[in-house]
């Protein structure tokens, strides 16, 4: 699938099939968390918990799998809930959903978003007695802020926009790959 025909929730995980095949595994989550900047454990932990909860939920008439693989084509399938909402249930992006979470939430800075204001806008997102729901909005932005927030600890609402159509990751992988090439490790003769 060519990346103008995807939708945006496509676009925001195909940078995980690491081998453009249309299918996400474990490794290659593992490899797109790596490629990011994220270490041995969280990459790890991601791949276990991503893999595990969305693979079945993307393959729709077909057995389980021990291999967990995600189908990048109905990845909008697998849509939790107590999500902000910036996705639609086809997986397009809804630009006043994600405008709204400026206006609601950005109360120190109108394009970025602090530790605290990210808290709120999480559990604003709570959907009664959806744990699951509760639990991956907050590892996704807990990674997203961890990873991405500026030098004063805001998370800009440019950054924000580039996870959701997922050039943010490409960004990180390059930034990452830039940095390796400029330090890299002592060699000894």
């Known amino acids: 699938m060519e990346n103008n025909e995807q939708n945006f929730i496509q676009k925001h995980v195909v940078f995980f099939d690491r081998n453009k095949d249309g299918i996400i595994y474990p490794s290659e989550t593992f490899q797109g968390f790596r490629a990011i900047g994220s270490g041995i454990l969280l990459s790890s932990a991601a791949a276990v918990f991503i893999n595990v909860a969305f693979s079945r939920k993307t393959r729709p008439g077909k057995s389980f ?3 967990f693989p995600i189908e990048v084509k109905n990845i909008q399938m697998a849509k939790h809930g107590s ?3 910036v996705y639609d249930t086809e997986g397009r992006f809804v630009a006043s959903k994600f405008e709204e979470i400026f206006a609601k939430h950005a109360h120190t800075h109108p394009n970025a978003l602090t530790s605290n204001e990210l808290k709120t ?7 009664e007695k959806d744990y699951f729901g509760w639990l991956a909005g907050y590892l996704e932005w807990k990674v997203l802020y961890s990873l991405c927030k500026d030098k004063n600890g805001l998370l800009q609402k440019d950054t924000i926009r580039a996870a959701y159509d997922g050039s943010l990751f490409e960004l990180m992988e390059k930034e990452k790959s830039s940095k390796k090439h400029a330090n890299p490790p002592n060699s000894t003769i």
């Open 121 to 127: 806008f999480v559990k604003s997102n709570r959907e």
């Open 65 to 67: 799998s021990l291999h």
């Open 83 to 85: 999500d902000s909402g």
